[in-house]
């Protein structure tokens, strides 16, 4: 069993930074790809961006490419999601999730994710 928790969602206005973290604990998640998704209200939850164990790559959805970052550390369980430039439009809960599938599966939806976070509330103020 993998429990996944996100941190670092906020207020901001548009233009600033934030940095999301989503740590495991219980079994490790080295071996899952590892992805954000986001809802904003009324929306149904779309893929962010993902990143396979290796590390070795990344994807984005295109409306945050170039802007938004994503990483992990395996020794530490930990996988983060730097948000630079953020937009009134990027106002979402954020979601950690993980996959036995590859981080390529993760960019077409929601279907082959194995965990999910609670996930943190980001707010962009214009």
């Known amino acids: 069993q993998v429990q996944l928790v996100e941190s670092g969602g906020g207020l901001v206005r548009a233009g600033d930074s934030l940095r999301l973290s989503c740590t495991s604990s219980?079994?490790?998640?080295?071996?899952?790809?590892m992805g954000w998704f986001r809802q904003a209200p009324g929306k149904e939850r779309e893929f962010v961006a993902a990143?396979?164990?290796?590390?070795?790559?990344?994807y984005y959805t295109d409306s945050v490419k170039g802007r938004f970052t994503i990483s992990r550390d395996n020794a530490k369980n930990t996988m983060l999601l730097q948000m630079n430039g953020l937009k009134p439009e990027d106002t979402a809960v954020y979601y950690c999730a993980a996959s036995r599938n590859t981080a390529q599966t993760m960019t077409k939806g929601t279907r082959d994710i194995d965990y999910w976070g609670k996930g943190t509330l980001v707010t962009v103020s214009s």
């Open positions: 219980g079994r490790t998640f080295t071996y899952y790809a």
């Open positions: 990143i396979p164990w290796t590390g070795a790559s990344t």
